[in-house]
């Protein structure tokens, strides 16, 4: 399979606290994605980064990229309770897009 | 807000039947994309839609899937002869005009074959 995985596969954590999820993923890219996904429900872009950028913010989001290591990391800081869902990263290449196995965050009040 | 619309949002049937699942992507978006997900389990890419034809497709996609772009607006997906294992729930995505862009997704159409 090409596509990557996630860890942790779950996350529990304290409201204010940061969250941390690594993906890693397989094949050449180029670009990755990070995607939300509340219960049952379709998914949401998060943010994007280049395959020639090693690191990027966008409000508590910052997420980093290691190509050599096929890896990426998203870090949501001060954690909310409204950001309890399902994390996605996706990878892609060649007009496909390959999604992780996903980090379910429970943030708890 | 544009938003990609699906329908129906459940559509129960038949194993060996035929089901249209259609999307109605962003206006101005022109890469259109399917993606299952079965329950509990990661999103899998099906296939990806540029330019009035796939521009790729992945090793689920087989003879029974096929889509279509039939008007300016629609975006839809044929199974044509549903297995127990084609119950899912299927996303449609649309994409601006880059390839690789960020894509946006329709709240999905969950698929259950008996």
């Known amino acids: 399979s090409q596509q990557g995985e996630e860890d942790p596969q779950a996350l529990s954590i304290q409201e204010g606290e940061n969250a941390t999820m690594n993906c890693s993923y397989k094949?050449?890219?180029?670009?990755l994605q990070w995607y939300r996904q509340n219960s049952g429900r379709g998914l949401v872009h998060l943010i994007l980064i280049r395959s020639n950028e090693r690191e990027k913010h966008s409000g508590r989001l910052r997420v980093t990229l290691d190509t050599s290591k096929k890896s990426s990391s998203l870090l949501i800081t001060a954690s909310r309770a409204a950001d309890t869902a399902s994390y996605f990263c996706a990878s892609y290449n060649f007009n496909k897009f390959y999604f992780g196995s996903g980090t379910k965050l429970n943030v708890k009040p | 807000e544009p938003e990609v619309t699906q329908t129906p949002s459940h559509q129960v049937t038949q194993m060996g039947q035929e089901v249209i699942l259609r999307c109605v992507p962003i206006s101005n978006h022109l890469y259109f994309y399917w993606y299952r997900q079965i329950l509990g389990q990661k999103v899998e890419f099906l296939v990806s839609?540029?330019?009035?034809?796939?521009?790729?497709k992945s090793e689920i996609f087989d003879d029974q899937f096929s889509v279509e772009r039939p008007d300016g607006s629609n975006f839809t997906l044929k199974i044509r002869s549903t297995k127990l294992e084609d119950s899912a729930m299927y996303f449609c995505?649309?994409?601006?005009?880059?390839?690789?862009?960020?894509?946006?997704f329709g709240p999905g159409t969950r698929l259950t074959v008996t």
């Open positions: 094949t050449s890219i180029n670009n």
């Open positions: 995505a649309s994409g601006l005009p880059l390839a690789g862009a960020e894509q946006y």
């Open positions: 839609f540029y330019n009035n034809e796939i521009s790729e």
